[in-house]
C-alpha cells in the first residue's frame, strides 16, 4: 500500500476548509491502495516523512512568505530528505525528483511569496511537482474547496493501485 502525507499548518478558518478538503479528496472512495496520513508541519517527524511515497503541502501565507511552521518543517529535515545545497549554501536543483507532491496556499491579500519559497525549496529535493499550485486569498468558496479536493484527489490517484 502507498503512502500519502499530508504536512500542513493551518491556523486560519480559511485553510483549514482547505486542508480538510485536501484530505477528503485524498480518501475518496474511488482511490485505493493508498493510505492517507496528516501531520502538523511543525511536529511531523523524519521517519514519516521519509516512509511518504507521495506528499501535499499546505500552508498560510505570511507577511509573504510560507508559514513558520512549513518552514522549520523543510529546516529540520531538508538534508536528510535528500536537499542538494550550491556552494553558497542555496538551494540547488535537485534534478527529476520521483516523489510526487501537491502544494495547497491560503492568503489573504497575496500568495505570491509563498508559493515562490516553498518551490524554491521543493526544487532542491528530490520530489516532482505533480499537481498546479491552488492558491486562494480571502474567503474560501464552493469552487476553491473543490479544486482542493481535486488537488488531494490528484495526489492520491498518483499513488492508486
Known sequence: ???????????????????????????DDAIVGVEVEVAEALTVELDRVTAA?????????????????????FDRHFLQLGGALSADGSGAPAGGGRTPFGLWVHGRYDTTGAVRSV??????LPWRQSAEVL???????????????????????????
Open 135 to 161: 492558491e486562494v486569498l480571502g474567503e474560501v468558496d464552493d469552487e476553491q474547496r473543490a479544486a482542493a479536493y481535486e488537488l488531494g484527489g490528484t495526489i492520491a490517484a498518483l499513488l492508486s493501485d
Open 119 to 124: 518551490l524554491a525549496i521543493t526544487g532542491a
Open 53 to 73: 511515497d507521495g506528499l501535499l503541502l499546505g500552508t498560510s501565507a505570511n507577511f509573504g512568505y510560507m508559514s513558520g511552521a512549513l518552514k522549520h518543517f
Open 1 to 27: 500500500m502507498s503512502r500519502l502525507l499530508v504536512v500542513h499548518h493551518s491556523p486560519t478558518r480559511g485553510t483549514r476548509d482547505l486542508t480538510a478538503q485536501v484530505v477528503a479528496g485524498a480518501r
